[in-house]
């Protein structure tokens, strides 16, 4: 009874908050300035959705995939996405360092094999007969090469539709020109932080000799400043998991999930090939203090 009252209150809030939005926004009449503004709120909310949705689903917390587990037909998206991320992506490769995706002790075969019995034994005795028939091991298999086992999206659209719940709200609250103008950075900067950013340009060699992970790399871009400042970020969210979920780093100092390296860690990433003397981005991993690193 407790739970469904707090739902409700926080539900009344949200209604109350989007009211008071509308009524706002229905004050900027202008065409220009509609786009201007929504386009920087999106960028905004894209930052946000990434961060919040790279922890709540792509680190779900135990109770959270619990419910998931519990009712695979409605979840097995979000399963799927944890499994690949949480589980392939930080727990089984790059185990052996940040620029090392198999390592020596490991190759692509063995997490092959590996793969269809470790997602299967997320799920309840009373469900394998249905998981294993809606995920097959050959289909199991497939999902991971098309993934690059953790590093992309299994499909940009697919990872994009996860922002349609707040591009919803937003047309909702918005002036329609101002809804489209924020939309259109929510559903192109978000998938394109997975599928282009960490696919393409993360957990590659920084020592001047670029190594480009596909042909269809950038590697104009790989080796820039800002690039190696973000492999610096990345690397402690591999480090520690619970921080620093954003590619398009923005929404995590907002939020305050963003954690500082300690003399340690710079140590590490040193060792490991990390540049730390990058020509004026040190800013963005390391000035910044949050919650999480005082």
């Not at 939005?21 to 946000?48: D, E, K, P, R």
């Not at 995920?135 to 090469?145: Q, T, W």
Request: net charge positive; proline share 5%; charged share 15%.
């Amino acid at each position: 009874m407790k739970t469904n009252i707090k739902i409700s209150a926080y539900a009344i809030c949200a209604a109350c908050v989007c009211f008071m939005l509308h009524f706002a926004l229905s004050f900027i009449t202008n065409i220009y300035y509609q786009i201007g503004f929504g386009f920087c709120a999106g960028i905004f909310l894209a930052s946000l959705g990434e961060s919040y949705i790279h922890q709540y689903i792509g680190h779900a917390k135990a109770k959270v995939h619990a419910v998931w587990r519990r009712h695979p037909r409605a979840f097995m998206v979000l399963i799927i996405g944890f499994f690949l991320h949480h589980v392939v992506h930080h727990g089984k490769t790059y185990r052996e360092g940040y620029l090392e995706q198999f390592g020596e002790s490991l190759d692509p075969n063995a997490v092959d094999t590996w793969a269809p019995e470790a997602f299967y034994r997320l799920f309840d005795a009373k469900d394998q007969a249905y998981v294993r028939k809606a995920m097959p091991a050959e289909r199991i298999v497939e999902e991971l090469h098309k993934a690059d086992y953790g590093l992309g999206a299994v499909s940009t659209v697919a990872f994009a539709c996860l922002m349609l719940p707040l591009v919803a709200v937003v047309f909702v609250v918005a002036p329609f020109w101002m809804a489209l103008s924020a939309a259109l950075p929510m559903l192109i900067i978000f998938p394109m932080m997975s599928d282009f950013i960490h696919r393409h340009m993360m957990h590659l060699p920084q020592d001047g000799v670029v190594v480009v992970r596909h042909d269809s790399s950038p590697s104009w871009l790989v080796g820039t400043p800002y690039m190696q400042a973000l492999e610096r970020w990345h690397w402690m969210h591999h480090e520690y998991i619970y921080c620093n979920y954003n590619l398009f780093v923005l929404a995590d100092f907002f939020r305050g999930v963003n954690r500082t390296p300690s003399p340690k860690d710079r140590q590490k990433m040193a060792t490991e090939g990390l540049i730390l003397d990058d020509g004026g981005w040190s800013w963005m991993p390391f000035k910044r203090q949050s919650k999480l690193s005082k």
